[in-house]
């Protein structure tokens, strides 16, 4: 027989709680709030960090996307002033333009009138011919009429065109040199008066790139 030590389960109650007990749980309530607060700060450094990665990855994408287009415009620019250079030469050589290696496709527009490119190397732009001789500054490379010589320079077509002409005593056509002649009889200087071009050049690319330059040539 178990002893009865005059106790009965309705007289038993639960011990109080300890001092170390409670401090535990403060304490781990108070781990619990770091954690969350840690939680807290990690996604945010984490949201600052992609933010500032986003914006590198995006300056140097648009830093190479603007140095390609500075590029591409560069090459648009040589080409339209290797444009004006073939003028150039044209006016030089007073249309009798002969490259060796004619790798270029230089040539000049057939869609013209008649004597037009020869008028605009040797008589005032008032004295062209009428109809399809053109001295708007414009050229069009879908308009057959609008450019007076056109060739091939890398990837880029490019035209060129005499838009205005003030004529002087200098062309080849006249005889005469640019730096002034003795004239036949013996007697006296004729003085130099240049010939003044304005010329027009274009440079177009298959992707749409293009240059237009506008210049004054003496001769």
Known sequence: MRPDFGMTPSSLSPLPMGEGGAKRRVREAHLGNESGMTLVIVIVLAAAALIIMSGLIYMVTSGAELSGMAQRYTTAVQAA??????????IEQQGAVNFT????????????????????????T?????????????IDPTVNTSWDMTATLGQFQ????????????TAQASGLVKTGVVQANGQGTVRAIPYI???????????????????????
């Open 158 to 169: 490019v035209y060129a065109k005499i838009v205005d002409t003030d004529p002087g005593n």
């Open 126 to 138: 008032a004295a062209w011919p009428a109809g399809n001789c053109s001295k708007a500054s414009t």
């Open 81 to 90: 002033v290797g444009a004006v250079d073939l003028n150039r030469q044209f």
């Open 197 to 219: 071009y304005t010329i027009e050049a274009l440079s177009v690319s298959p992707t749409g790139e293009r240059s237009k330059l506008s210049g004054v040539y003496e001769y």
């Open 101 to 124: 290696n004619n790798t270029i496709n230089f040539a000049t527009n057939p869609n013209l009138a008649a004597n037009c490119l020869t008028a605009k190397l040797t008589q005032l």
